[in-house]
């Protein structure tokens, strides 16, 4: 393996990203960052390029992916890269990583990408549908072919600044990670739920226990809403800001529950 890519999703964008870009590269393993998340030891890559991709929360990272960066061994100084997948603003989740390596490895990413694809946050806005969510797919299809390009060439690429995402970084994430793994207590489920279990297998920090037939949330929660976006019965909700009944769900479509099922380190 030249490349290993540790990847974190919620709704399959992240891993959809992850793909397409090991895809290009050849030779790279996908490593899913929850799957590791019980690894007391430092995690050491053994490769010479080393990938985070992941979903961009609250103008930030997900706490998992931060917690995972301050165990990642660099001492072989890989090239690293790092792409960050949003719904609409988040170029500041790659300055935040890039704080967090400085601080913690002496190291910043080499090359560093933002990349627009479906949001999956029904709180705050409704997931694209039709043209609209074909078209994202496709523009961002092409910006991760480029910059696979660039990461097969091991070009150095700073992240762009945009002041208004990190302003939203400073404003909405020291809250976000303070309180995310208790949010699920706004997380219900309604009369149609069919206990097929599949909130409970897609999660991927396994937060979700069946009890008596129906999902129970267990308070370790990174807030990815795989559960909310894969429930075949539509019966979950989530009463955060405008909540998310008929607003919609998502999941990426080149993707299946069971794509989604191996973050928990199990063989679906
Ligand atoms: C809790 C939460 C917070 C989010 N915050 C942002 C944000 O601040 N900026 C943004 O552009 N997208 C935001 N999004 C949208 C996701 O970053 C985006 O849809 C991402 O591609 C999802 O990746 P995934 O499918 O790999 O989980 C948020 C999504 C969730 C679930």
Avoid at 210 to 234: I, T
Wanted: with cysteine; proline share 7%.
């Amino acid at each position: 393996m030249n490349t290993t890519i540790y990847y974190f999703t919620g709704t399959g964008n992240s891993l959809a990203a992850a793909k397409k870009v090991a895809e290009i590269l050849g030779e790279t393993d996908l490593v899913p960052i929850a799957s590791l998340h019980e690894t007391k030891t430092r995690i050491i890559p053994g490769t010479d390029r080393v990938g985070i991709v992941c979903p961009v929360y609250d103008a930030g990272i997900p706490v998992i992916v931060r917690d995972f960066l301050g165990r990642l061994d660099l001492s072989a100084e890989p090239y690293l890269f790092g792409i960050v997948t949003m719904g609409g603003m988040g170029v500041s989740a790659l300055h935040q990583i890039n704080s967090f390596l400085v601080r913690n490895h002496q190291k910043k990413l080499d090359a560093a990408f933002a990349v627009k694809m479906p949001g999956n946050f029904p709180p705050v806005g409704i997931p694209p549908v039709g043209e609209k969510k074909k078209q994202i797919l496709a523009d961002a299809d092409k910006s991760l072919a480029a910059i696979a390009e660039k990461i097969a060439n091991k070009k150095r690429v700073s992240p762009r600044f945009s002041p208004g995402s990190s302003l939203l970084r400073l404003l909405l994430y020291p809250p976000f990670a303070r309180k995310v793994h208790a949010t699920d207590t706004n997380f219900s489920v309604g009369e149609a739920c069919t206990s097929c279990g599949t909130c409970s297998e897609v999660c991927p920090v396994g937060n979700i226990v069946m009890e008596n037939e129906r999902p129970v949330w267990q308070h370790h929660c990174e807030l990815c809403c795989a559960c909310l976006h894969s429930c075949p019965a539509e019966a979950i909700e989530l009463s955060l800001m405008r909540g998310t009944k008929g607003r919609g769900r998502y999941l990426h479509p080149a993707l299946t529950v069971k794509d989604l099922m191996i973050q928990q380190g199990k063989n679906p």
